[in-house]
Structures are given as structure tokens and as C-alpha cells.
């Protein structure tokens, strides 16, 4: 009886692990924020509304299309007001960009390129775009450097 509790446990604790090990995979963006950590996959980043921006860029030829989250809505779903995003890629190159920077119509963290999710390899699954095409502000050296790709974390840092 003994024995069996304790197999019992032992296949439970692996079962709970599998399960937490599976969610920390489906993970695509963490957030921190006054010291709390938030994880998002991508139904939690879709759920938060998504916007298009097309654009041209100078990583890509002609027009391309990008859907994802605005930074201005990100920033209110966690009640950032001021400060700076340290918006970090998989390979730890970190960048920052203000938080005035989460305008209505500005950058977005962008999901899809032309409609397909972006692969590592593509400069995904994460990338910072502005709408570089809308206004001459935004085709500078400084904006262009904030475009991070391959991001999947930011800290907001006052």
C-alpha cells in the first residue's frame, strides 16, 4: 500500500512537471512590471487586440504587413504610464525604448509578417515595428535600433 502511495506521487509529480514545463513553452512574451511577472502566449497577446501596420523596412523589400499588439495597449493593460521598456531578444541584446514611444498608431510588437507567424530564423516570433512609412520620425538610426527582433521579454523600468 505504502508502495503504491508512493508511485502514486512520484507519476503525479512528473505529470505536474510535464505541465508546467509545457506552459513555460508556450510562452512568447514576459512582461515585469513593479517587480510582477506576467507571461503571455499568443491567444493572451491576441486577446489583447491586434492592429496592422504596413510598411516598408529597411530589413525586408516592398511593402509588408505586420499584425500585433500595440505598445500603447500593452502599456495600459498593465498600467505603465512613464518610464522605459528594456525590451530584451532571445540572444540577450537588450534595447531601450521610452514609454512615450506607446502611442495610438505607433509601434506594435508584431506576431505575423504578410499574414505568417514569424519562425526564430525570421526575426521571430517577436519584433518591435513602427510604422516607419507614416512619418520621417520614424526612419531614423535611433527608431530603427528600437526595432528589436526576436524579443521575448521586457522589463518596464521607472
Known amino acids: 500500500m505504502l508502495n503504491s502511495i508512493y508511485t502514486f506521487l512520484i507519476a503525479l509529480s512528473f505529470a505536474v512537471g510535464l505541465g508546467t ?5 508556450d510562452t512568447i512574451l514576459t ?13 493572451a497577446l491576441e486577446a489583447l487586440g491586434l492592429e ?8 525586408s523589400e516592398g511593402l509588408q504587413s505586420f499584425e500585433g499588439v500595440s ?3 500593452l502599456a495600459r493593460e498593465i498600467g505603465a504610464q512613464e518610464g522605459t521598456l528594456l525590451a530584451t531578444a ?3 541584446y537588450t534595447v531601450e525604448i521610452p514609454l512615450t514611444d506607446a502611442v495610438e498608431n505607433g509601434p506594435i510588437i508584431a506576431m505575423t509578417l504578410n499574414g505568417e507567424e514569424m519562425s526564430v530564423r525570421d526575426k521571430g516570433p ?5 510604422p516607419y512609412d507614416a512619418s520621417a520620425d520614424y526612419r531614423t538610426e535611433v527608431i530603427y535600433s528600437r526595432s528589436i527582433w526576436q ?3 521586457i522589463e518596464v523600468v521607472q
Open 21 to 25: 514545463s509545457a506552459q513555460a513553452e
Open 31 to 43: 512582461l515585469t512590471y513593479n517587480g510582477e511577472m506576467q507571461e503571455f502566449d499568443r491567444a
Open 52 to 59: 496592422t501596420i504596413e510598411t516598408t523596412t529597411i530589413w
Open 71 to 73: 505598445l500603447a495597449r
Open 90 to 92: 532571445i540572444n540577450d
Open 126 to 130: 517577436l519584433w518591435v515595428i513602427y
Open 151 to 153: 524579443l521575448d521579454r
